[in-house]
């Protein structure tokens, strides 16, 4: 069975400090992708890694996807309030028949 | 706006009681995803179609279904409802298909079991 596992679970900063989230798996993904989501609403896309050791920034976040493909880390530099949410990340297996996975997500509070 | 609609946005019903969810997913996208998404579990997957057959199973029970339409929108059966089945359902669409991690989320339908 594949899991997502991230961490921290919790993370509380205050505004302009700078953090980094963590999506760990001992799986293979083809692809994999980090959502954010505010509370009562859907999720939303922020980002797609598809090649190991690749890197994809997003104004002051900095997304990577492990070279071994099974992990990722988002980083996000001088946090700003607006950054408070849940960030999930999400596995894309290997087949077109494989299920996506959800991690449980990081929620974030940004203390202005 | 992801381009993904969903109805109702709240529904309260009581035990037993059955209820449907509808969504509508993007233009041009051919799957549609159903979740579940409680305090204490997290985004549970439920189920999948694409262009209108069912492609891969999650955590479903018995007494949920669901179905996509020649049109691509879906809906989401609940029945014999239980006080455990509140939550937040969601739905979403993709382009392609079949494993497709981007996903664009409807903003979701709160169901309240009382």
């Known amino acids: 069975t594949q899991l997502l596992e991230q961490s921290p679970q919790f993370l509380s900063i205050q505004e302009g400090e700078n953090l980094t989230v963590y999506c760990n798996s001992s799986s293979v993904f083809s692809s994999l992708q980090w959502y954010r989501q505010e509370p009562g609403e859907g999720p939303v896309l922020l980002v797609t890694v598809v090649t190991g050791g690749e890197v994809k920034k997003l104004k002051r976040l900095t997304f990577q996807f492990g070279d071994a493909r099974k992990d990722s880390s988002l980083h996000i530099t001088a946090a700003q309030p607006g950054d408070t949410g849940l960030y999930l990340c999400?596995?894309?297996?290997?087949?077109?028949?494989?299920?996506?996975?959800f991690g449980p997500g990081t929620s974030l509070s940004v203390i202005p | 706006d992801s381009g993904v609609t969903q109805t109702p946005k709240h529904l309260i019903t009581a035990t037993g009681q059955r209820v449907t969810l509808r969504c509508s997913p993007r233009s041009g996208d051919l799957s549609v995803y159903w979740y579940q998404q409680s305090l204490d579990q997290g985004l549970q997957f439920l189920i999948q179609?694409?262009?209108?057959?069912?492609?891969a199973k999650g955590n479903i029970l018995e007494r949920f279904s669901a179905q996509q339409f020649p049109d691509l929108h879906s809906e989401l059966n609940l029945s014999s409802l239980e006080l455990g089945d509140s939550a937040l359902y969601f739905c979403?669409?993709?382009?392609?298909?079949?494993?497709?991690?981007?996903?664009?989320f409807g903003p979701g339908t709160r169901l309240t079991v009382t």
């Open positions: 179609y694409y262009n209108g057959e069912e492609r």
């Open positions: 999400a596995g894309a297996g290997k087949t077109s028949y494989d299920k996506v996975i």
């Open positions: 979403a669409s993709s382009p392609r298909g079949l494993g497709e991690g981007e996903q664009y």
